[in-house]
């Protein structure tokens, strides 16, 4: 499926449709999150399908994800994927408090 914003990846399974924004390692961290995100925000359209942003789940990416209120990810909810580079991937809920970005809240799935 396109859309006229594209976004890097759209998952279907089971019922359930997933449009991810991904951004990879980068020297300007702050401006290319906030484009991933702003990307993202464009590419809402419905309350069925579930939005997130893939980033590499470092202290620096944790720190950007941390920027972004539990209000607003409850609001649009709003995953957040942290993946590693063994390719393990920990989801960051709408309802999971930020204090798991910074480090504070280790979950166990």
């Known amino acids: 499926m396109k859309t006229k914003e594209q976004v890097d990846l759209i998952a279907e399974k089971e019922g359930e449709r997933w449009i991810i924004e ?11 999150f906030n484009t991933c995100l702003g990307q993202l925000v464009k590419s809402m359209k419905d309350d069925n399908t579930i939005y997130a942003i893939a980033v590499p789940n470092q202290e620096k990416y944790k720190r950007q994800c941390g920027l972004i209120s539990d209000y607003f ?5 709003l995953h957040i994927l942290l993946v590693a ?3 393990d991937i920990n989801v960051v809920r709408p309802s ?10 280790h979950k166990n799935d």
């Open 96 to 105: 999971d408090s930020s204090d798991y970005l910074s480090g504070f809240y």
């Open 22 to 32: 991904a951004k990879g390692l980068t020297s300007a961290i702050g401006t290319d």
């Open 85 to 87: 580079e063994n390719e």
């Open 73 to 77: 990810r409850k609001l649009v909810g």
